[in-house]
C-alpha cells in the first residue's frame, strides 16, 4: 500500500521524468479519493500504462472525467449561507436528521489519534471545520480513510458531505458521513505566507490565496463602487456608458493613448481621457441626471498615485450650483468613511469627518502663504510675474513652465499639504478649469472657476465645478488652451462637434469627478494605486506577458515553516 500511495502524492511529482507522467500522478491522487482504493487498482495501474498516450490526443480520457467530476449545484450548501443557518447550534449539538454538503478549499489538515481527522474548509473568506470520525463514515475501514487523507493537501479544493454540528469548543463544524471528495487539485506546495513583493506581483492569484489583506482590499473596492453607484441612484441618476474609442479626446488636459481600426485606414482613434464631454452632451439631449463609472486612459507616467488606465465615477446633474455638489460630495463622504470598518485585516480606519469641510479659497490662501500679491493673471504680465514669484522663493521651475502649470506647482507647494482632513480648495484660477463657468472673485478681483477640489491626507479626491455652458465663452477658453500646449497638452485644434452642441443649449449644470482608485487607496489606507488594483499597475501587467511559463513560486522564497499542511 504504502508504495502505491507515492504516485499519490503531490511532493514526489517532481521525481517523475516527464510532464505526462507528472499529470498522471496527480491525476492518480484525484482517483484514489473519489473510488475506492481495494477495487480500483488495477484500473489505476493500467492508467499509468496508458496515460501517455492518451495524452496524444485532444479528446478527454476517462482517466480525466474521473478527477476532475462535475457536480450538482444545488446540492451544495455555501459556507456563508452554512453559518448563517447553522449558527445557532449550541456546543456539543449535532443536527443528525440533516445532511449538508458544502466545498471549498483546504486550508489546514490535522489528527487526533487514529479516528478523528479535521480539515479547514475555505470558500469566500469564511472557513468551517469538517471533522472526520472513522468510526462513524459509512462504507470504509480505516485503512481507506486513512489513504484518503494522506492522499489531501493543502490548496486542494474539495467537497464534504455531512451534518451541522457545533464542537464542545464552540466551533461550528460539519460531521462528515462520507469521505472528502476531490474536486480540483493544487499542484504547487501552497505557502502560509507570501511576503516577497515581487512575488507576489507576478502571481497575484497566490497573493490573493494565500493573504487575506490583498483580498479584502479588491473586496472594499467593489464595495466602494456599489455605494456610489447606489448613492447616485438614489438620487434619481441614470447610469450611461459612453465611448471609450473616439476620434478625439477631451474632457480634461492629458495625453491620449493613440490606436487605429481596420474599419477606419489610416484615420488616428484616441482612447478617452474622460467622459465628460460625452455625458454633458446627454444632458443637452434631455438627461438631466446622468452619470457614468468606467475606465479613462492618459498616457503619462506611473507612481505610487497614478496607473495610466485609471477607474473614475463622473455625474452631471442639471440646476444644481457649487454649494449643492459641494453638500452632496460631504455626504458621500461621510458614508464611504464607514466602509472599511467591515475589514479586520487592513488594520485602519478612515475617521469619519464632520461636515462642513474646511474650505480654501485658491488665491488668497496662496497670497497669504508667499506673503506677496498674485499677479493679474489675465495680463500679459501673468507669466513672468509668476517666474518671479518662483526665483524669489528658490521653487524649482517645471519642465514646460506655462501659466497652468506654475499655478499647479505653487498649489501643490502651499495648499494641498494643509489639506490633511478632508478640505476643498475653492475657486481656482480660470486657466486651470477651462470647462467651468467663471465669475470675478469679489475680494481678489481676479477671474476664477467655480470650482472645488476636495483633498484629503493631501491628495486630491473629487474636483467638481459648475460646468460652462456658453458656445462663446467655452470657444475662449479652448483657444486659451492651445496657449498653453505641452507633452501632455497636446490638441492643435478646439472641439467644434462638442461646441455645436453646446449651441442646442446646455442647462446650467454641476459636474462631479472622482478617481476611484485613489479614493480605494484612502479608505484601504493603502500608499501604492497597485494595491487596489486586481492586478496591480500597468508596469506588473506588461511584466506577466513576460513571465516563465511555469506558475510555481521561487524555492527562496518558500521555507519549510511557511509552507505545509497546518495554518
Not at 456539543?92 to 466545498?103: K, M, P, R, Y
Not at 442647462?507 to 484612502?522: E, N, S
Not at 506588473?540 to 511557511?562: C, E, M, Q, T
Request: contains cysteine.
Amino acid at each position: 500500500m504504502s508504495v502505491f500511495l507515492q504516485f499519490l502524492r503531490p511532493s514526489l511529482l517532481i521525481r517523475c521524468r516527464t510532464p505526462r507522467i507528472a499529470v498522471a500522478s496527480a491525476h492518480l491522487r484525484f482517483y484514489s479519493i473519489t473510488h475506492s482504493l481495494s477495487t480500483k487498482r488495477k484500473q489505476i495501474a493500467k492508467a499509468i500504462e496508458t496515460h501517455e498516450s492518451h495524452a496524444q490526443s485532444n479528446e478527454p480520457t476517462t482517466l480525466e472525467e474521473f478527477t476532475y467530476p462535475r457536480i450538482v449545484a444545488s446540492q451544495n450548501v455555501g459556507l456563508e449561507d452554512f453559518r448563517k443557518t447553522y449558527g445557532y447550534l449550541k456546543s456539543g449539538e449535532t443536527l443528525d436528521e440533516l445532511s449538508v454538503t458544502i466545498c471549498g478549499r483546504i486550508h489546514s489538515l490535522r489528527t487526533s489519534g487514529t479516528a478523528l481527522r479535521f480539515i479547514d474548509v475555505a470558500q469566500d473568506g469564511h472557513w468551517i471545520q469538517a471533522i472526520s470520525d472513522s468510526s462513524l463514515l459509512s462504507g470504509t475501514n480505516h485503512l481507506e480513510v486513512a489513504a484518503v487523507f494522506k492522499g489531501l493537501k493543502r490548496g486542494d479544493i474539495i467537497s464534504v458531505r455531512g451534518r451541522p454540528h457545533r464542537n464542545q469548543n464552540g466551533v461550528l463544524s460539519i460531521l462528515l458521513s462520507d469521505l472528502p471528495k476531490l474536486l480540483s487539485v493544487c499542484l504547487h506546495p501552497m505557502p502560509k505566507v507570501l511576503l516577497d513583493e515581487q512575488t507576489r506581483k507576478g502571481n497575484r492569484h497566490i497573493d490573493f490565496l494565500v493573504n487575506p489583506q490583498p483580498r479584502d482590499i479588491i473586496r472594499l473596492r467593489s464595495q466602494v463602487i456599489n455605494y456610489i453607484r447606489q448613492f447616485l441612484i438614489d438620487q434619481n441618476h441614470v447610469e450611461i456608458q459612453t465611448p471609450i474609442l473616439a476620434e478625439r479626446a477631451g474632457g480634461a488636459v492629458a495625453r491620449p493613448f493613440l490606436t487605429t481600426s481596420t474599419e477606419f485606414s489610416g484615420r488616428e482613434l484616441c482612447l478617452r481621457i474622460a467622459p465628460e464631454l460625452w455625458l454633458k452632451r446627454l444632458v443637452i439631449g434631455g438627461f438631466d441626471r446622468v452619470f457614468e463609472i468606467g475606465p479613462s486612459f492618459r498616457n503619462e507616467g506611473l507612481d505610487l498615485a497614478h496607473n495610466p488606465e485609471f477607474t473614475t465615477c463622473e455625474f452631471y446633474r442639471t440646476y444644481a450650483d457649487l454649494e449643492e455638489l459641494i453638500d452632496t460630495t460631504e455626504r458621500m463622504i461621510c458614508g464611504l468613511a464607514k466602509l472599511s470598518r467591515a475589514y479586520k485585516s487592513l488594520n485602519f480606519q478612515l475617521p469619519i469627518p464632520s461636515s462642513p469641510f474646511p474650505r480654501l479659497d485658491f488665491i488668497p490662501e496662496l497670497e497669504a502663504a508667499i506673503n506677496r500679491p498674485v499677479p493679474d493673471l489675465t495680463s500679459q504680465d501673468a507669466l513672468p510675474g509668476l517666474l518671479q514669484i518662483f526665483k524669489d522663493s528658490d521653487i524649482a521651475i517645471p519642465h514646460s513652465p506655462t501659466l497652468p502649470r506654475l499655478l499647479d506647482k505653487l498649489s501643490a507647494l502651499y495648499l494641498e499639504p494643509k489639506c490633511s482632513d478632508p478640505t476643498f480648495i475653492i475657486n481656482h484660477p480660470e486657466c486651470l478649469s477651462p470647462l467651468s463657468k467663471s465669475f470675478i472673485h469679489p475680494k481678489c478681483k481676479q477671474r476664477v472657476a467655480a470650482r472645488a477640489e476636495l483633498f484629503i491626507k493631501g491628495h486630491e479626491i473629487v474636483n467638481t465645478y459648475e460646468e460652462e455652458n456658453s458656445p462663446t465663452q467655452q470657444r475662449r477658453k479652448f483657444i486659451e488652451q492651445l496657449l498653453y500646449r505641452d507633452e501632455e497638452n497636446t490638441a492643435t485644434s478646439i472641439d467644434e462637434n462638442y461646441l455645436q452642441a453646446l449651441e442646442w443649449g446646455l442647462p446650467p449644470t454641476g459636474g462631479w469627478g472622482c478617481g476611484i482608485d485613489r479614493l480605494c487607496m484612502l479608505l484601504s489606507g493603502t500608499n501604492r494605486i497597485g494595491d487596489v488594483l486586481p492586478f496591480g499597475t500597468l508596469r506588473n501587467v506588461v511584466s506577466l506577458g513576460h513571465s516563465n511559463k511555469s506558475a510555481s513560486i521561487p524555492s527562496r522564497y518558500l521555507s519549510r515553516d511557511l509552507v505545509g499542511d497546518k495554518l
